[in-house]
């Protein structure tokens, strides 16, 4: 079955650090990758994404993903973290020939000051 | 409207009852979705339209959930015969879409919080 998982459930940081997020999913054929952040208090909204092309995609807020096709993988990545980055973060995947978008379990991450 | 639209906002039920939940989508967005999201149990997929129609309903829980969207606009998500267990945050969201299928870019509602005592 189609699935969506994330690896690390509470990831806890000080600022400045750097942060990767685990994402892998499994699914055949062409896929569409995303990553969507949900800041304390708001709704989800969409950090990145992959459709096709260079597999190193850039977001807002500096926010990068990698899509290793090998390792059915689509970590994100930021070199140095804020505490205003403090959100729950979610990878989502769909074949390119459906709109069925399967999300992960999210990940928790907080940022401390 | 600008963004997605649900209501209500929060829904305290009794076991029993039934309830639903509607979503007003962003306009000219021909897919709206349906998620429920639960502590720890991340983003559930429920069901999605295309236009009127639903590609995929695969997500609906059990046969007390359904849904339809009318005039390629408005849905309503009704559970019947609440459950403490249908408790949750159900979310709403819209997306362009065309030749069956969507961007995969959604747009999400604050969501409606169903609690059942």
């Known amino acids: 079955a189609q699935s969506v998982s994330q690896h690390n459930h509470h990831v806890i940081l000080s600022e400045a650090a750097s942060l990767e997020l685990g994402c892998n999913y499994s699914?055949?054929?062409?896929?569409?990758l995303f990553w969507y952040v949900q800041y304390p208090g708001q709704h989800l909204q969409l950090l990145l994404k992959?459709?096709?092309?260079?597999?190193l995609v850039k977001g807002i807020k500096g926010f990068e993903a990698e899509f290793i096709k090998s390792k059915f993988s689509f970590n994100l990545r930021k070199p140095s973290v804020q505490w205003s980055d403090t959100a729950e973060y979610f990878c989502?995947?769909?074949?390119?020939?459906?709109?069925?978008?399967?999300f992960g379990q999210g990940t928790t991450l907080q940022v401390k000051p | 409207g600008a963004g997605v639209s649900q209501s209500p906002s929060n829904k305290v039920t009794e076991k029993g009852k039934d309830v639903e939940l509607r979503c007003d989508p962003i306009?000219?967005?021909?897919?709206l979705y349906w998620y429920r999201q639960s502590l720890g149990q991340g983003l559930e997929f429920l069901i999605y339209?295309?236009?009127?129609?639903?590609?995929?309903k695969s997500g609906l829980p059990s046969d007390r959930f359904s849904a339809e969207r009318t005039g390629g606009s408005v849905s309503t998500l009704t559970i019947q015969r609440t459950q403490q267990e249908d408790s949750a945050v159900y979310l709403c969201?819209?997306?362009?879409?065309?030749?069956?299928?969507?961007?995969?870019?959604?747009?999400f509602g604050e969501g409606s919080r169903l609690t059942v005592l």
């Open positions: 339209f295309q236009g009127n129609s639903a590609p995929d």
């Open positions: 306009s000219g967005h021909t897919a």
């Open positions: 969201a819209s997306s362009w879409g065309g030749a069956g299928v969507t961007t995969g870019e959604l747009f």
């Open positions: 992959y459709f096709s092309g260079d597999p």
């Open positions: 699914y055949g054929g062409t896929v569409n």
């Open positions: 989502a995947a769909k074949t390119s020939n459906t709109g069925k978008l399967i």
